[in-house]
């Protein structure tokens, strides 16, 4: 089965967009005696609209097909398979997601108007505790001292690298790396979002495939954001800006990485049929994430 998504289109990718493909890969292992009638798997499907990438198709070359479906706040989507599986055996499916990435920089991306963000983007959430005090009074001395809307994005965007000594550690949110001062990309981007949300600006994180040393996952490895200025979704990294190399910053960035989805939506998902419940604990499920350059999967 063959989708494709020229949502990407109006974005204004150059020419030299490079090719690649994601696949995502599920295995499961069915120990039981009982036939698996039904089984449900779900894969966040890479994000449409953003700067830096065009989804192009989705390829899922199984008979049983598929059906794309949105996740609960509209902002990306999901595949979902259902297949049955016999007892005592092992089934994999793949679905393969073509894409074209772009360098980008925000400032010359042809102006657009994209719709207004939900109230949901403003609110405080799990990790993202805009409305807390420490938070509150950083978010006001930004305004304090900056004019400009942009001008308090970006002292936004630089107060993570001021603040947070780099270490990888489990999630912890915006709130735990000004207590601490320390966290890894999450955090990061957790504390623009924090502060962003504080002043009015809407702003989620960005769950992403960085690619830059290895191009095989269990699952996602790095967080990123983007807030919302001038009309359109402006792309923002306060991590990785921290090493040149890189290329990402305040709203400019390289194709080194594939965005996934939206403010901590789930990454996969599954769900056993009735006749099976309770025998789920005979099976096993591993989910495999690859990235091909050049678009060629090798499968």
């Known amino acids: 089965m063959l989708l494709f998504d020229w949502l990407g289109a109006s974005l204004g990718f150059a020419a030299s967009a490079q090719p690649v493909t994601l696949t995502a890969e599920v295995t499961v292992v069915n120990n039981s005696d009982r036939n698996i009638d039904g089984y449900v798997h779900r894969f966040s499907v890479p994000v449409s609209d953003h700067m830096q990438q065009k989804l192009v198709a989705i390829r899922y070359d199984y008979p049983e097909g598929f059906e794309r479906k949105a996740h ?34 925000y400032r010359k991306v042809p102006d657009s108007v994209d719709p207004n963000p939900a109230v949901y983007y403003l609110q405080p959430r799990k990790y993202i505790e805009s409305n807390s005090s420490a938070i509150q009074r950083l978010a006001a001395q930004i305004e304090r001292t900056y004019e400009t809307d942009e001008e308090r994005l970006r002292a936004a965007f630089l107060l993570p690298q001021q603040m947070i000594e780099y270490r990888v550690q489990p999630t912890e949110g915006a709130l735990y790396a000004i207590k601490h001062g320390k966290g890894d990309c999450t955090e990061f ?31 996602p490895n790095h967080h990123s954001a983007e807030v919302y200025l001038h009309g359109k979704w402006i792309p923002v990294d306060p991590n990785l800006a921290l090493d040149p190399k890189f290329g990402y910053g305040f709203g400019v960035g390289k194709a080194k990485k594939i965005v996934l989805n939206r403010d ?29 350059r050049d678009g060629k999967d090798g499968y």
């Not at 504390?191 to 504080?198: E, K, P, Q």
Request: net charge positive; glycine share 4%.
């Open 264 to 292: 901590f939506s789930w990454v996969w998902s599954n769900l056993w049929p009735k006749s099976f419940r309770g025998y789920s604990r005979y099976t096993d499920v591993n989910v495999h994430w690859k990235i091909h």
């Open 72 to 105: 609960r706040r509209g902002d990306s989507d999901y595949v979902e398979l259902r297949w049955n599986i016999p007892a005592r055996t092992t089934s994999v499916r793949r679905v393969h997601f073509d894409l074209e990435l772009s360098s980008y920089n």
């Open 189 to 219: 981007a957790a504390l623009f979002v924090a502060l962003a949300r504080a002043m009015g600006f809407p702003a989620r994180m960005t769950t992403d495939f960085l690619f830059t040393s290895r191009t095989e996952f269990r699952q």
